[in-house]
């Protein structure tokens, strides 16, 4: 068995490598620098902690995450692995203190803030330590096309320059091309081997449904499919986190605000709530998340629409870390389309800046609208293919009906024009349907030959097609007019009718409605086993000032449940376990499961 296995084994009290996990860390073991495009719970993290463990010295890990160092090392010093951190909020001594452990070879894992790290001081100090190697996580954080920018990064090409001989390993779960032209460049990696994995992450479930009711949807959607599951909920506003928070509190939920004109300290309490307690609700805005390493998130919920297909992926990514199903929810509507439109044509920068932000949106706006696999447009998107419908969207699930909209589609186009291209869609909707409402009449717009032309159709679905049209981009909105529609050159072919439009039928109950319950916990799971395994956890980890996953994840619980194992050597097969987890929490657990045993025996 080589040294690696062995580790993966004893330590982490695993089986076997997963994907490229293997590859990887042999390469860096053998001193090579490494590229590692990973999706998130793809398993970056044994990529370098492994050769931190058999390669000599100390390995180097730098991380933008100062508030998750913390428990990113309590979860090594869990198994045994000597690790710390370095950043702003050690106190003087303490960090004395880690340096001087650095220096007499008794770390083998050191977390490090960029920031840190260039200063001069730091550098020395390396020098003077025996390094094994460098992990750069969140590698993208160097690339000024990604959305998380740190000036600290570009200064991490110093690292090659001072440390010629040290392997260094950059990570990330970034996908698109340009951004690991970026990393490769200006980390200087240009002969780093490259792991591309695919970005897929088959135990979420997509689904995107229209808005009609945001609070009635999400409450509906919350009680039936996760009422005591930790999640994410997105709102684009400050104001709309705080409000929907205080809700959801009000219903019954732990849910907590998040954004960033919260002071600090109430930043951190929330963020460190969530992680530790079980079942937390963060309604936050972007400003959360950035790799947020809580593996048991079960949904995030997007209230607003986000601007790219590419934030939509990362945000939606913090759910299912663990690999257990988890949800991907949005809610999105005509409302969401025309303030993103609106934003956007209003933003500062070049036409150029401009141009490529639309086209950002719009590819977020084709995937609403999309009416064949979530999934396959998502990861064709960042270029990677899926052969097959993937069967866990809600297009899949539910595929939905299109409609012939060409007729209405023109209808709609042509009062916009006779209207002077002046007006917004409730005005329009009213003209169409014949209304008799002061603004029709005032601007003498009974008298258009669209007056009424469209009262077959309910106010709805004039909506739908609004939207939809708004969405392809046939009209964009006019920021100076308070919202008002004009015509783009793209509607004359459908105009003079060379050109047919499919419309999407809006579905009244999104997905969810239509399914029962769906507990991600196995059928036969023995559920008062389970309340008990936890709440051990949760005891235990309370006393140590943890986060529970730390103590065990969820999925080693679920295998406890299910081979119920009555000795230490069982124990020890539950994968998960370590040989120091095993020493430290075996005998607690083994009670539990006994105590159970003997319950449910007698
Ligand atoms: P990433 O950093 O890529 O998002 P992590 O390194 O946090 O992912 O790993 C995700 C989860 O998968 C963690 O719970 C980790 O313990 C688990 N894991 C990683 N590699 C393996 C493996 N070879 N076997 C079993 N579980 C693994
Ligand atoms: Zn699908």
């Known amino acids: ?5 062995h580790i993966l084994e004893h330590t982490f009290g695993y089986t076997e490598f997963r994907g490229s996990q293997q590859d990887i860390i042999d390469t860096v073991i053998s001193g090579g620098d490494a590229l590692v495009l990973m999706p998130t719970g793809g398993g970056k993290s044994l990529c ?114 001072v440390f010629p001989a040290v392997p260094r390993i950059a990570l990330t779960a970034t996908a698109d091309a340009r951004t690991r032209e970026e990393i490769v ?20 479930r997509y689904r995107i449904a229209l ?14 499919e996760h009422p005591n599951d930790a999640g994410i909920v997105y709102c684009l506003s400050r104001n709309k986190t705080e ?18 004109g919260l002071p600090s300290t109430l930043r951190a309490t929330h963020q460190s709530r969530f992680l530790r307690e079980d079942g937390v609700i963060i309604v936050a805005t972007i400003a959360f998340g950035m790799g947020i390493d809580k593996p048991d998130v079960r949904f995030v919920a997007h209230l607003d629409l986000p601007k790219t297909v590419e934030s939509y992926y990362q945000e939606t ?21 025309i303030k993103l439109r609106q934003m956007m044509e209003n933003s500062e920068g070049s036409e150029e800046h401009k141009r ?71 005005h329009l909707i009213d003209v169409l349907r014949g209304s008799e409402a002061d603004k029709v009449l005032q601007n003498d717009h009974h008298q ?44 004359r072919p459908l105009l003079r009718g060379e050109e047919t439009m499919q419309l999407r039928k809006d579905i009244k109950q999104p997905a969810a409605a239509k399914r029962q319950t769906r507990s991600r916990l196995p059928d036969d799971l023995d559920v008062a086993l389970w309340e008990a395994l936890r709440d051990r956890r949760r005891t235990l980890a309370e006393d140590q000032g943890v986060p529970p996953y730390v103590i065990f994840h969820d999925s080693t619980l679920q295998e406890m449940c299910a081979n119920m194992p009555q000795s230490m050597g069982e124990f020890a097969r539950i994968s998960g376990v370590g040989e120091r987890k095993l020493e430290k929490y075996g005998g607690e657990f083994l009670q539990v499961i006994n105590a159970h045993l003997a319950a449910t025996q007698a």
């Open 1 to 5: 068995m080589t040294a690696a296995h």
């Open 48 to 161: 370098y902690q492994i050769p931190a463990l058999v390669r000599e010295g100390c390995a180097v890990v730098i991380s933008p995450l100062i508030a998750l160092m913390q428990d990113q090392v309590e979860a090594l010093r869990q198994l045994g692995v000597r690790a710390s951190f370095l950043n702003s909020t050690l106190a003087a001594d303490a960090a004395q203190q880690i340096e001087s452990a650095l220096l007499n070879g008794e770390l083998d894992l050191l977390y490090i803030a960029p920031e840190r790290l260039n200063q001069e001081r730091t550098l020395g100090l390396l020098q003077r330590a025996t390094i094994a190697l460098f992990a750069i996580d969140e590698a993208h954080c160097v690339s000024q096309w990604g959305h998380d920018f740190r000036a600290d990064y570009l200064r991490l090409s110093v690292l090659h320059e």
């Open 185 to 204: 460049q200006r980390l200087d990696l240009g002969s780093a081997r490259q792991f591309i994995s695919g970005f897929d992450r088959p135990n979420i």
């Open 211 to 224: 808005k009609h009711n945001a609070k009635s949807q999400l409450l509906r959607f919350l009680k039936e």
């Open 243 to 260: 409000q929907t928070a205080q809700w959801l509190k009000a219903e019954g939920f732990n849910a907590l605000p998040y954004h960033a």
């Open 317 to 337: 990514g913090r759910a299912g870390r663990d690999g257990e199903p988890a949800d991907a929810w949005m809610i999105y509507g005509l409302q969401d389309v």
């Open 356 to 426: 490529a932000e639309q086209h950002r949106l719009n590819a977020m706006l084709g995937l609403c609208e999309i009416t064949t696999c979530r999934r396959q447009a998502l990861l064709n998107y960042f270029g990677d293919a899926l052969v097959a419908p993937c069967g866990n969207c809600d297009t899949c699930l539910q595929p939905p009906d299109t409609w012939d909209g060409t007729e209405v589609a023109r209808m709609a186009l042509s009062a916009c024009h006779r209207t002077g291209q002046r007006f917004g869609v409730n």
């Open 448 to 491: 258009l030959s669209v007056y009424g032309v469209g009262a077959a159709l309910d106010n709805n679905q004039w909506r739908s097609v609004f939207r939809q049209l708004v969405a392809r981009g046939y009209l964009s909105v006019d920021m100076e007019r308070f919202g008002a529609l004009r015509l783009q050159e793209k509607c």
